[in-house]
């Protein structure tokens, strides 16, 4: 949760905001962002959490 609002509301441009519903290609980059971010959230516990990423 934390991940998407920290993806939604800081590191998404206004660009990205305005063409999200109109383009799959910029779906598919703010989901890549929101994954990215998730992935650095949760790099201390990937150890633990590996068997959801699978």
């Known amino acids: ?4 609002m920290l ?3 800081v ?3 206004n660009w ?5 519903g109109k383009a799959w290609t ?10 990215f971010v998730a ?3 949760l790099a201390p516990y990937l150890e633990q959490v590996w068997f959801v990423l699978i």
């Open 26 to 35: 910029a779906l598919a980059l703010h989901g890549t962002i929101v994954g």
């Open 16 to 20: 990205l905001v305005s063409r999200k």
């Open 7 to 9: 993806a939604d509301y």
């Open 11 to 13: 590191l998404q441009s």
């Open 1 to 4: 949760m934390f991940a998407h």
């Open 39 to 41: 992935l650095a959230a």
